[in-house]
Protein backbone atom coordinates (compact mmCIF):
# COMPACT_ATOMS: atom_id res chain seq x y z
CA UNK A 1 0.00 0.00 0.00
CA UNK A 2 -0.27 2.93 -1.54
CA UNK A 3 0.39 1.95 -5.54
CA UNK A 4 1.22 4.27 -7.44
CA UNK A 5 1.10 4.51 -11.09
CA UNK A 6 1.88 8.06 -13.03
CA UNK A 7 1.44 8.65 -16.83
CA UNK A 8 2.54 11.55 -18.66
CA UNK A 9 2.77 12.57 -21.92
CA UNK A 10 6.58 12.44 -23.76
CA UNK A 11 6.66 16.15 -24.13
CA UNK A 12 6.56 16.83 -20.68
CA UNK A 13 9.93 14.56 -19.88
CA UNK A 14 12.09 18.15 -19.21
CA UNK A 15 9.66 20.03 -17.35
CA UNK A 16 8.25 17.48 -15.20
CA UNK A 17 10.18 16.70 -12.28
CA UNK A 18 9.04 13.05 -11.27
CA UNK A 19 11.68 11.71 -8.24
CA UNK A 20 10.50 15.49 -6.05
CA UNK A 21 7.46 14.50 -6.95
CA UNK A 22 7.39 11.06 -5.90
CA UNK A 23 8.95 11.93 -2.46
CA UNK A 24 6.42 14.58 -1.58
CA UNK A 25 3.79 12.65 -3.08
CA UNK A 26 4.59 10.03 -0.10
CA UNK A 27 4.75 12.07 2.17
CA UNK A 28 1.64 13.67 1.42
CA UNK A 29 -0.37 10.24 1.38
CA UNK A 30 1.20 9.40 4.36
CA UNK A 31 -0.43 12.26 5.99
CA UNK A 32 -3.95 12.16 4.28
CA UNK A 33 -4.93 8.52 4.21
CA UNK A 34 -2.47 7.40 6.99
CA UNK A 35 0.01 4.82 7.22
CA UNK A 36 3.68 4.99 6.02
CA UNK A 37 5.91 6.65 3.34
CA UNK A 38 8.27 3.71 3.33
CA UNK A 39 5.05 1.42 1.98
CA UNK A 40 4.40 4.03 -0.86
CA UNK A 41 5.67 2.68 -4.22
CA UNK A 42 5.30 4.74 -7.07
CA UNK A 43 6.09 3.95 -11.25
CA UNK A 44 6.23 6.49 -13.84
CA UNK A 45 5.45 5.47 -17.52
CA UNK A 46 6.19 7.47 -20.23
CA UNK A 47 3.55 7.92 -23.12
CA UNK A 48 5.11 8.71 -26.75
CA UNK A 49 1.78 8.91 -28.49
CA UNK A 50 -0.95 10.77 -26.40
CA UNK A 51 -3.80 12.74 -28.35
CA UNK A 52 -6.20 15.52 -26.31
CA UNK A 53 -8.99 17.20 -27.94
CA UNK A 54 -8.03 17.77 -31.89
CA UNK A 55 -4.44 16.10 -31.20
CA UNK A 56 -2.30 19.79 -30.83
CA UNK A 57 0.79 18.68 -30.19
CA UNK A 58 1.03 21.68 -27.32
CA UNK A 59 -0.95 18.88 -25.36
CA UNK A 60 0.16 17.09 -22.23
CA UNK A 61 -1.30 14.23 -20.03
CA UNK A 62 -0.47 13.38 -16.75
CA UNK A 63 -2.39 11.16 -14.31
CA UNK A 64 -2.10 10.05 -11.26
CA UNK A 65 -3.54 6.62 -10.25
CA UNK A 66 -3.44 5.84 -6.53
CA UNK A 67 -4.26 2.64 -4.85
CA UNK A 68 -4.82 2.28 -1.49
CA UNK A 69 -6.06 -0.69 0.55
CA UNK A 70 -9.49 -0.45 1.63
CA UNK A 71 -11.15 1.57 5.07
CA UNK A 72 -11.16 5.03 3.59
CA UNK A 73 -13.84 7.18 3.66
CA UNK A 74 -14.49 8.47 0.59
CA UNK A 75 -13.96 12.00 1.99
CA UNK A 76 -10.49 10.86 2.79
CA UNK A 77 -10.09 9.55 -0.89
CA UNK A 78 -11.76 13.03 -2.09
CA UNK A 79 -9.27 15.09 0.10
CA UNK A 80 -6.11 12.88 -1.36
CA UNK A 81 -6.97 13.49 -5.13
CA UNK A 82 -7.79 16.90 -4.55
CA UNK A 83 -4.35 17.30 -2.89
CA UNK A 84 -2.55 15.19 -4.98
CA UNK A 85 -3.54 17.64 -7.95
CA UNK A 86 -2.37 20.54 -5.87
CA UNK A 87 0.85 19.02 -5.52
CA UNK A 88 0.78 17.74 -9.16
CA UNK A 89 0.43 21.25 -10.67
CA UNK A 90 3.33 22.68 -8.86
CA UNK A 91 5.41 19.85 -10.06
CA UNK A 92 5.06 20.17 -13.65
CA UNK A 93 4.66 24.28 -14.17
CA UNK A 94 8.83 24.42 -14.60
CA UNK A 95 10.62 26.31 -17.45
CA UNK A 96 10.55 24.35 -20.89
CA UNK A 97 12.73 25.76 -23.97
CA UNK A 98 10.22 26.58 -26.27
CA UNK A 99 6.21 26.82 -26.22
CA UNK A 100 5.03 25.74 -22.49
CA UNK A 101 2.85 22.56 -23.25
CA UNK A 102 -0.86 22.83 -22.06
CA UNK A 103 -1.35 19.89 -19.02
CA UNK A 104 -4.28 18.31 -18.70
CA UNK A 105 -4.06 16.75 -15.16
CA UNK A 106 -5.51 14.41 -13.60
CA UNK A 107 -5.97 12.05 -10.30
CA UNK A 108 -7.95 9.13 -9.48
CA UNK A 109 -7.60 7.59 -5.92
CA UNK A 110 -9.18 3.87 -5.74
CA UNK A 111 -9.30 0.99 -3.24
CA UNK A 112 -6.99 -2.17 -4.43
CA UNK A 113 -9.27 -5.35 -4.10
CA UNK A 114 -9.29 -7.73 -1.98
CA UNK A 115 -6.88 -10.53 -3.75
CA UNK A 116 -4.08 -7.27 -3.30
CA UNK A 117 -0.73 -9.35 -1.65
CA UNK A 118 2.61 -7.38 -0.83
CA UNK A 119 5.72 -9.31 -0.37
CA UNK A 120 9.45 -7.23 0.83
CA UNK A 121 12.37 -9.08 1.13
CA UNK A 122 15.21 -7.75 2.64
Known sequence: ?????????????????????????????????????????TRFRR??????????????????????LAGRSEAVKAELSAAALDLLRSYTSGAADGP???VHASVDVIELGAAYRKYVEA
Not at 2 to 28: K, W
Not at 47 to 68: M, R
Open 47 to 68: LEEVYVADGAPENAVVHVHLGL
Open 100 to 102: RPV
Open 1 to 41: MPQITVDYSANLSDVFSRRPFALALHALTAKVAGGSVADCK
